[in-house]
């Protein structure tokens, strides 16, 4: 089993205070997949979307999660979220998905685990 590694400054850090709690959350849940799976940071695209269901289910109705700003407003989903953690410079667009950013200054490597 790898563990992840988190300082305890994560949830302040300013580039994760410019995605919000559900940025955090995501970036967490990309670093558990990419230490149990071994690939360096490395994140299918695929793979990304599929971290959390933006679903609510509560007394048989299903709610959904969303950003709004009077009458109008987005549904909140993955796929806006990973923006905002390409955008902040977290994360970081690569051919077929993407790649934490620093991801090998924090947690430990395949080549490491594997040793």
């Known amino acids: ?7 305890d400054t994560l949830p302040q850090h300013p580039k994760l ?9 995501l970036q967490v849940a990309a670093l558990c997949y990419a230490n149990r799976n071994l690939t360096d940071g490395f ?3 695929a793979i990304a979307r599929t971290f959390f269901d933006w679903e609510i289910l509560e007394d048989d109705r299903v709610w959904t999660l969303s950003r709004t700003s009077g009458m109008s407003g987005e549904d909140m989903d993955s796929i806006l979220i990973i923006g905002l953690l390409v955008e902040a410079g977290i994360w970081d667009e690569v ?3 993407y790649q934490i950013h620093d991801f090998s200054d924090y947690q430990p490597t395949r080549a490491q685990v594997l040793a």
Request: charged letters at 25%.
């Open 1 to 7: 089993m790898v563990w992840v590694r988190i300082e």
């Open 17 to 25: 205070a410019r995605v919000g709690p559900l940025g955090l959350a």
């Open 43 to 45: 994140i299918p695209r």
């Open 95 to 97: 051919e077929n998905g």
